[in-house]
């Protein structure tokens, strides 16, 4: 999707997430975050995948942070967004106002 | 109680599945959430679909790969399928019915194993990306020709044996499983058979260390004077390839 000018739904809740976490956004609070906001469970699995794809497309970068006792020795993977992605997200924020901005009757319901 | 461990079972699997580049640190998640409070039921919800979702992101990479291989395990295994009408035509009923079909089933199944193993093998050595040659690849096609056989198994026992639409529905379902647990096992037998493909060559700098690591801080202080037992160091880092 984002491949073609947009990002697709999940990639942009992903990065969202991403944006607001500033400088802790790795897996886990990525995770909750979205959870949070969204009240449905989520994958981590999946969002690591959605971050890999982003991170290919040049969005998004990753850096590996200490491995921790409480991980089990594992390391984090603290993820960025990149000028690029930035640039992505207020495209696809012009596009998603400018259609809501056309549907004023969903205020008052529309059914 | 909440048990104080993740179920190992899972995280083994997690660990050694491994169909994505970043199960070290989802395993590190994981073990972070669950010790803040989360369920074991819920971490193993996670782990099948880290499974699930890494082997669906290698099959979307490698569309044709992946289509190849489940054209090859349908095909080979509706060759199995029929094989023994042929038996029957060439010597009668002199075996017994079920075990020229379990036979020919278990052998079907080998052959696909094999031969999409042998297949993904030579895409390794065209192809050595990081992923492919860390057998994210291998496993991915194989999971899912095993997934596409349980497709295959149900169609083989709903369309192709006479009469399977008179039956109930649980005499099918359980027709199905059987065909499809011999015809698994067999593929299993057919993909291990083959031995793993031998280590890639790593390209290695004039130091002697792989060209990947030669900007790390490990191999920069090699210089430094007592810094050799530092060349024993094993890296761990996946994601720093």
Redesign the interface.
């Given at each position: 999707m984002s491949g073609r000018g947009h990002f697709g739904e999940w990639e942009l809740m992903v990065i969202l997430a991403l944006m607001r976490l500033g400088d802790d956004a790795y897996g886990v609070p990525i995770c909750r975050e979205i959870e949070e906001q969204t009240g449905r469970e989520v994958a981590v699995g999946s969002v690591y995948a959605t971050l890999d794809r982003l991170v290919e497309k040049g969005f998004v970068s990753s850096q590996l942070g200490e491995p921790t006792a409480e991980r089990g020795g594992r390391a984090k993977r603290y993820f960025r967004i990149t000028p690029n992605g930035v640039r992505e997200v207020r495209k696809t924020q012009r596009a998603l106002v400018n259609l809501w901005n056309a549907l004023p009757q969903l205020e008052r319901g529309i059914g | 109680m909440k048990p104080s461990k993740p179920p190992a079972l899972a995280t083994w699997l997690l660990e050694h599945a491994r169909f994505?580049?970043?199960d070290?640190?989802?395993?590190?998640?994981?073990?972070?959430?669950f010790?803040r409070g989360r369920s074991a039921a819920?971490y193993w919800?996670?782990v099948l679909?880290?499974?699930?979702?890494?082997c669906?992101?290698e099959v979307r990479h490698r569309r044709v790969v992946a289509i190849r291989a489940v054209v090859i395990t349908w095909a080979v295994n509706y060759g199995a399928i029929r094989a023994p009408f042929v038996v029957y035509r060439l010597f009668g009923l002199a075996f017994h019915p079920a075990l020229v079909s379990i036979t020919f089933s278990l052998l079907g199944g080998a052959a696909s194993g094999a031969l999409v193993a042998l297949l993904q093998r030579k895409d390794e050595g065209r192809h050595p990306a990081r992923r492919i040659l860390r057998g994210i690849g291998r496993r991915a096609m194989l999971l899912t020709c095993a997934g596409a056989l349980l497709g295959w198994a149900f169609m083989a026992i709903l369309f192709l044996k006479k009469g399977a639409l008179q039956h109930p529905i649980h005499q099918i379902l359980v027709a199905t499983i059987v065909y499809y647990l011999v015809a698994l096992t067999g593929f299993a037998i057919g993909a291990l058979l083959l031995p793993a493909p031998s280590k890639p060559i790593t390209p290695r700098s004039e130091h002697g260390f792989p060209v990947m690591y030669e900007n790390s801080v490990f191999v920069q202080l090699r210089s430094i004077p007592g810094c050799g037992a530092l060349r024993a160091v094993r890296f761990q880092?996946r994601?720093?390839l």
């Open positions: - | 994505s580049t970043a070290g640190v989802i395993a590190g998640d994981l073990l972070e959430e010790n819920w919800r996670q679909m880290a499974i699930v979702v890494g669906a992101s880092s994601e720093s």
